[in-house]
Nanobody
Framework: QVQLVESGGGLVQAGGSLRLSCAAS????????MGWYRQAPGKQRELVAT???????DYADSVKGRFTISRDNAKNTVSLQMNSLKPEDTSVYYC??????????????WGQGTQVTVAS
């Protein structure tokens, strides 16, 4: 089992910045990829950014150049620095991680979500 706790959401004006953080606990040795999804009301959950245990990153086209994902393997945390925020970035942001187990199974764990609201 892996538990994820997010922090850092809030209200910001367009053009502003926020930093989200997510701390993992539990079966840490099984964690591989970590990242962030978001879901706005009435929309499907979409991948925002992901980072592997080796540090390779990938971003949604809509956030490239504005968001930066980082990871501290020693502290079991993943962060998302969000700059130049736009009203369309308003969503609930969910931290996730994919755990790999010795029997070759994988399981995705989710945080509780944190609200990000960007005012125009």
């Amino acid at each position: 089992q892996v538990q994820l706790v997010e922090s850092g959401g809030g209200l910001v004006q367009a053009g502003g910045s926020l930093r989200l953080s997510c701390a993992a606990s539990g079966s840490i040795s099984s964690i591989n990829a970590m990242g962030w999804y978001r879901q706005a009301p009435g929309k499907q959950r979409e991948l925002v950014a992901t980072i592997t245990s080796e540090g390779s990153t990938d971003y949604a086209d809509s956030v490239k150049g504005r968001f930066t994902i980082s990871r501290d393997n020693a502290k079991n945390t993943v962060s998302l620095q969000m700059n130049s925020l736009k009203p369309e970035d308003t969503s609930v942001y969910y931290c996730y991680t994919v755990a790999h187990y010795s029997d070759a199974t994988r399981y995705t764990y989710w945080g509780q979500g944190t609200q990000v609201t960007v005012a125009s």
